[in-house]
Structures are given as structure tokens and as C-alpha cells.
């Protein structure tokens, strides 16, 4: 007759080495790959956030100018005389770069580009109150023509140390002749 001598196991032991390096391999193995895609998830949802939200600002910059363009019109003035540039006439075939907010009647001077701010309570950006952002807006005017002006409103910004921009061109005709 065989006896077998089965150690009972105290229940003050413990797990060995081995046992606990097998469960963390499994658990890195397992969890890794998921915190990995959290991450990745939350770094792609902030870059598509600040693209949409420089979309919407160089698209606001062409609004802003025909908005501008439009009320001239309605003031009777002719497309050499809407303050685009300013208080400055555009000069033909010159680039003209100049500011707008979303409520302007005339475009500001570049003055070195400053970032616009974000109002968190209303949820618009200017360049008087808020907070500022990481977004910076260009409008740049080329009379082309007397009958023609080519607008190019550009928001540039920097996103983890690379530099990023959104360009949009829009073309204004003096169709009011």
C-alpha cells in the first residue's frame, strides 16, 4: 500500500514568487492594450476637437469679410470703398493682412497676431475678454482687381510642439455693378 503525503496548506501562507509574476503578466498582457486605446482615443477626440474648432474660425474670418462687404453694399459704397483694409484703401495686387471678431463693421490691424480669447460663459472667441486660446487668426486681403478681392483667412496653432493650420480662400466680386 502506497501512502501519499498531501501537505495541508496553512492558511496563513501565502503566494510564491512565481504566482504573483504569472498574475501580473496576465494582467499587463490583458489591461495594456486596453488603457493604450483610452489613451490614443483621448489624444485623436483633442486633435479632431481643436481641427473643428479652427475650421470654424477661419470659416467665421470669410463670414465676417463678406458680412462686411455686404453692408457696404447696402450702404450704398462701391467695392473700392468698404474698409477691408482698414482705414486704408487695398492697394491692387498687395497682400493686406489685417483681423476681424465675429462682430466687426472694420477689420483691426495685425499688431502682431495675438491669440484670440474664449468667452466660457457665452462660448465666443474675441480678442477683448476670456481666456486665451492656442488659436491665432489671419485674414489676408489681395485686391486682385477693381472688380475682384481674394480673401484668405488662416488660423494657425501649436499642438504638442508641432505647428498646425487651417487655410480657407473665398473670392468677393463687385456684383453690385
Known sequence: MTTVNLKKRSPCSGYTLVEVLAAFTLFTVAIGPALWIVTNAT??????????????????????IHAMRDTAWLEGQTLQDYRLCGPVNCPVGQDYAVRVEYDSDESLPLN??????????????????????????????????????????????????????????????????
Open 43 to 64: 489624444n485623436t477626440t483633442v486633435l479632431i476637437q481643436n481641427n473643428l474648432i479652427a475650421a470654424n474660425l477661419a470659416q467665421e474670418g470669410l463670414e465676417v
Open 112 to 177: 502682431g497676431n495675438p491669440p484670440l480669447k474664449l468667452d466660457k460663459t457665452t462660448g465666443v472667441y474675441s480678442y477683448e475678454t476670456g481666456d486665451e486660446t492656442i488659436f491665432k487668426r489671419q485674414i489676408t486681403i489681395n485686391k486682385v482687381s477693381d472688380n475682384e478681392t481674394k480673401v484668405i483667412s488662416r488660423v494657425d496653432w501649436n499642438e504638442r510642439g508641432s505647428d498646425k493650420n487651417i487655410t480657407l480662400e473665398s473670392h468677393l466680386f463687385n456684383w453690385n455693378q
